[in-house]
């Protein structure tokens, strides 16, 4: 994977801090100033925050309808999530879809696999998630499930996830943070805010890490630099400058298998053991350099113009001893490991990978009254580009590996294999209309049209492919307000994926654009949102076209690929927050019934999806038991799974628990947070997933259990 290098010094972090620190002015402080400093509160989901990524301006969550989930920067740091994987602990609705220590996050949600090319924003703009993202310098994550044809124009059905910029804040502030992890990972911060003056304010995210978690050979390193400036350079004008520099070296940990047809027990297994431990491999390296620059103008009392764009530029150097098979004497074990636990090992690098994505939106929003209706109205255009560029790459074998992770080969890093290169072209009109009916009907209408273009080619020149597409995706909602608080709604919507064959020798249609797998959403449902619970219930029913090739596809020309039935993902979903003085309990539930249907082959009907839980729960609570103490724990439990896509075999279901305590401290030097925490707290040993990557099956089992503490210091 990828992300451009750059170079943010080796300083350390409290000299980062000493130098940014030195460079803004301090606000006084004394003991009385001490006593009024924000207290830190915790707080469920917040249901009356719109949601950015949802497209329909600062209406709450609870007034739309959708479904969608908003965690916060301080929920993060009290669950210990630094990075996206970890939001399988905070949502129902969302799994694991290959998460590897030190690698790329992957997400599932609602049963589908987001595609991290067209699935993820930063504050509402596209960008590319194939990169390690770090979260320090985020607000609040923002989930929103469900096809997003209005709001994106290539995406996967399952959701789109939004990445909220931390900007600057009215009141100056700087917090030091001090974090630990079993085994010895150790992470220092700095957030500052000031108020500059002449309508300037700023505020700067520093963050150095040094990766050393439980997994054995996996020691690393990561490094953020980021800013955020804004200028009211009037009355009506608001200019908004952010950019970040991000850095991530760790090796990345390979999946555990099926031993032969089996699957092994994990509590026979060392979850630490790292089979990318050759004294030849090298870390993941993963660097960024993301800006944007928006714009926006209040016209009049009832009209805004704004205009964004953004600028993101990754390298990579993806790099790992992969096991991949096993054919030890002549076995022929193809999706799995060798029964006694063998396995062919492959010296896979792809260096110097650069990924480099723009995107450029100028919208219209106003109100307009026809009759006895209102209507919020967006309107705008989206230009995005995408060119991706690699070198040859080596994935070569050397030999044999031993899940005991004992066993050690020779390298063969020569990059004898061409990749391929990538360009990409879109341009997306889009319109949305909030229509208010009357004091308890409303309706939303949204339409997307999407031209796109795309190219590929082998970086020795061979095998091109180059398309054109355009697609209108609709979106309509309805909703109904029972009480002030208590709100019925339906939506329906389309979203699209666009695929090409390979261009691989064996496929009888190399190269053919597919027709558009557009995908159709039904959801029905009923929310609430007051100063003591919000709570909603939803059905939703996804279909999407599902693809599949044919034929033998051993042999030049034996395999066609084809558009054969479909994915239909249907679940209810439910969420509730409970808040009461001193506590509260957040927890949300899904029932997914995820299945095949309409293939020529009847085989085929009623399968599941690899790797997806069919029932899960996620629940968080918390407590005051002291003053300024809380006491906080949470419970994360997922289905059985399907292994392998014919359904012969099921992954166990499993249960953690984690436990944490948080103590504000007043004193007057400043507020003093206090956290500690952990994961997994009765050790339990499990395969938390079972993701089917390249027609092979691989087995990530559950961390064990994991300490962590800190402190955080508001000055």
């Known amino acids: ?71 916060s920067a301080e929920q993060l740091k009290d669950t210990g999530t630094t990075q996206l994987s970890g939001l399988t602990s905070l949502d129902a609705s969302t799994s694991d879809a290959y998460n590897a220590i030190g690698y790329v996050s992957y997400l599932t949600v609602r ?30 994550v923002e989930l929103l499930k469900g096809t997003s044809g209005i709001q994106a124009g290539t995406s996967a059905p399952g959701g789109l996830v939004n990445l909220v910029v931390k900007r600057p804040t009215a009141q100056n502030f700087t917090t030091l943070s001090l974090g630990f992890v079993q085994s010895g990972t150790v992470e ?53 400058l952010e950019g970040e520099l991000t850095h991530q070296a760790e090796r990345d940990q390979p999946g555990f298998s099926l031993l032969g047809t089996a699957l092994p027990d994990p509590r026979t297994i060392n979850p630490n053991v790292n089979l990318n431990d050759q004294p030849w491999s090298l870390p993941s390296v993963f660097d960024g350099r993301t800006a944007s620059l928006r714009v926006q103008h209040q016209l009049n009392a009832d009209w805004s113009i704004t205009a964004h764009g953004m600028v993101q530029r990754l390298t990579n150097d993806d790099r790992l001893a992969f096991p991949f098979g096993c054919t030890v004497n002549g076995a022929d074990w193809s999706s799995s490991y060798c029964p006694n636990g063998d396995f062919d090992l492959y010296d896979f690098r792809s260096n110097g990978e650069h990924r480099n994505s723009t995107a450029l939106q100028l919208a219209v929003d106003g109100r307009i009254a026809t009759g006895a209706f209102t209507h919020q109205v967006s309107t705008g255009v989206l230009r995005t580009a995408l060119a991706a560029r690699f070198g ?74 180059a398309y054109s597409q355009s697609f209108t995706t609709p979106w309509a909602g309805l909703g109904y307000s029972l009480s002030r608080t208590l709100m019925l709604y339906s939506s329906w919507g389309e979203g699209v994926e666009s695929q090409v064959v390979s261009n691989l020798p064996m496929y009888t249609n190399a190269g053919q654009v597919l027709p558009a797998l557009k995908s159709r959403q039904t959801e029905i449902g009923i929310k609430s949102g007051t100063n003591t619970v919000d709570w909603s219930i939803d059905y939703f029913d996804i279909r999407q076209p599902a693809a599949r090739d044919i034929g033998s596809c ?60 069919s029932n899960t729960l996620k629940l968080q ?30 992954l166990p279901g499993w249960t953690q628990l984690n436990a944490a305590l948080r103590y504000a401290q007043n004193t007057s030097g400043g507020l003093f947070v206090w956290r500690v925490g952990v994961d997994n707290l009765a050790n339990r040993r499990a395969w938390r997933e079972s993701p089917y990557q390249y027609d092979h099956v691989y087995l990530y089992p559950l961390a064990p259990r994991t300490f962590r503490a800190s402190l955080e210091v508001q000055l």
């Open 1 to 71: 994977m990828a992300k451009p290098n750059f170079s943010l010094r080796q300083t350390a972090p409290a000299a980062l801090a000493a130098a940014l620190l030195h460079g803004l002015p301090l606000y006084a402080q004394t003991a009385d100033t001490a006593q009024t400093l924000p207290t830190v509160s915790v707080t469920g989901r917040a249901a009356n925050t719109p949601v950015n990524v949802g497209g329909w301006g600062d209406t709450p969550v609870a007034k739309l309808p959708l479904q969608a989930n908003i965690v």
């Open 111 to 140: 049963g589908f696999q987001l595609d991290n090319r067209f699935n993820y924003r930063r504050d509402g703009l596209p960008i590319n998630a194939e990169t390690a993202l770090p979260l320090v310098d985020v607000a609040s």
């Open 188 to 240: 220092t911060s700095l957030d500052a805010s000031r108020q500059l003056g002449n309508g300037f304010a700023l505020r700067v995210n520093i963050d150095a890490a040094q990766l050393d978690p439980a997994l054995q050979d996996a020691k690393g390193n990561a490094r953020v630099l980021s800013a955020a400036l804004d200028w009211h350079a009037s009355p009506a004008t608001l200019v908004q």
């Open 392 to 465: 040859g790459e080596a994935y070569n074998y050397v030999g044999t590996g031993n899940v005991n992770g004992q066993v050690f080969t020779g390298a063969d890093p020569d990059p004898i294999d061409a990749n391929t290169n990538r360009d990409e072209r879109s341009t997306e009109f889009f319109v949305r209309d909030a229509i208010t009916i009357d004091a308890q009907w409303q309706a939303w209408l949204g339409l997307r049209h999407t031209r796109l273009s795309r190219a590929t080619i082998g970086t020795d020149g061979s095998s091109p492919t």
């Open 554 to 613: 051993d042999d030049t020309d034996t395999c066609t690929t084809i558009i054969d039935g479909n994915e239909r993902h249907r679940g209810i979903e439910a969420a509730v927050d409970f808040k009461w003085q001193g506590g509260g309990v957040s927890a949300s539930a899904m029932h997914l019934r995820a299945r095949r249907e309409g293939s020529s082959d009847a085989s085929l009907d009623g399968l599941l999806p690899t790797n997806v839980p």
């Open 621 to 650: 609570a918390r407590q005051e038991i002291a003053a300024g103490l809380q006491a906080q724990g949470g419970l994360v439990y997922e289905g059985p799974r399907a292994v392998q896509p014919d359904n012969s075999l099921m």
